[in-house]
């Protein structure tokens, strides 16, 4: 793997790495903020901050990862998840 490929997020303080190409697969938000003109602020840990609740970004982030979709059962969860993908 590239190492200039990695993206560093800190997704409402719970932190993430994944690569460029993962987060600009779909046509997201973060396909936006992420596309080739774009230069993200980082802070001092080299991370790029995104004002969101982190809690379920990882459901999110492992769905654009492997293109499916494991929900939690857990239905208050699902519906938070939802709201942010």
């Known amino acids: 793997m590239d ?3 990695v993206i560093k997020l800190d997704v409402g303080g719970k932190k993430f790495e994944t690569t460029k190409s993962t987060i600009t697969k779909y046509d997201t938000m973060l396909r936006r903020m992420f596309a080739d003109n774009f230069e993200p602020k980082l802070n001092s840990e080299g991370y790029v901050f995104i ?4 809690k379920n970004f990882d459901y999110i982030l492992n769905c654009m990862r492997d293109g499916k979709v494991a929900l939690p059962t857990d239905r208050n969860q699902v519906k938070q998840i939802l709201m942010e993908a």
């Open 3 to 5: 190492h200039s490929d």
């Open 51 to 54: 004002d969101r609740p982190g």
